[in-house]
């Protein structure tokens, strides 16, 4: 099984202002391979980018092969994400562990230290399961930033495969609040343009509706949401719609 980073339906994309027209020429699916080939080699959380196949059809791209850690494999998807002209990333690559195998003992041992000293983690707030190298995780925090910090240490704990956060994101602030503070918070962002994108908060969920220029500014706007006190997910229905990118004119 793949996990799709974003689906967005051929009809809403050939249906966008001028796609497609004279003056606004869109990439090749050589092309897009190319250049999430060449950000790949640049991520320097990569270690061996090579090992990464990519294949482009209609914009969507599907990465294969094997990384040595849970956390490369979700760089290698932020990295074809940030890549012009990508609509689609399906993540078909696998975690294997390099060196010695590490058995859940170990494993649930090293994130029991690493929570312990990471001062963003609520003490006692938070546990971890861990079953075959996948770490589950519950508890309670007030900031999803907090919720987001233990995922995140835990994630590049050695021999972790794949992390399921269970954590609820609770607190006192009314959904109308919580809305209010995220949507202003997108104008102050320079990475996003919050003319187009509308917020509505309900059970600790941020969903997101109106469309955006591009996949790193969907990613913008959904790590703000989630930022926000009192918020544990985030439902990004944003669509991508690119700016135009004129042809360049030779003299």
């Not at 969920?205 to 006190?229: D, F, I, M, P, W």
């Amino acid at each position: 099984m793949c996990d799709v980073a974003l689906r967005l339906r051929g009809a809403a994309w050939e249906s966008m202002p001028n796609a497609g027209r004279k003056g606004e020429p869109m990439k090749s699916d050589t092309e897009i391979r190319d250049d999430v080939i060449n950000e790949l080699r640049r991520d320097p959380k990569l270690t061996e980018p090579d090992a990464i196949g990519v294949v482009v059809s209609d914009g969507a791209v599907t990465l294969t092969g094997s990384v040595p850690t849970y956390e490369q494999k979700l760089a290698a998807t932020r990295a074809a994400e940030r890549v012009y002209g990508v609509k689609a990333v399906a993540d078909e690559l696998k975690v294997k562990l390099a060196g010695a195998p590490r058995d859940d003992f170990d494993i649930a041992r090293a994130i029991a230290h690493v929570l312990e000293n990471n001062v963003q983690v609520p003490e006692g707030k938070v546990h971890a399961r861990v079953e075959g190298g996948w770490v589950t995780l519950d508890g309670e925090v007030e900031w999803g930033f907090q919720r987001h910090e233990v995922e995140r240490t835990v994630r590049q704990v050695r021999g972790v495969i794949g992390v399921t956060d269970n954590i609820v994101v609770s607190s006192p602030t009314t959904p109308q609040s919580v809305e209010a503070v995220i949507e202003e918070t997108f104008k102050r962002e320079a990475e996003i343009d919050a003319r187009h994108i509308r917020v509505e908060v309900s059970d600790h969920t941020a969903k997101l509706y109106g469309h955006v220029h591009s996949r790193q500014e969907a990613n913008a706007a959904r790590a703000t949401a989630a930022a926000a006190r009192g918020i544990s997910q985030v439902e990004s229905h944003l669509s991508v719609e690119p700016r135009s990118r004129p042809w360049s004119q030779g003299v």
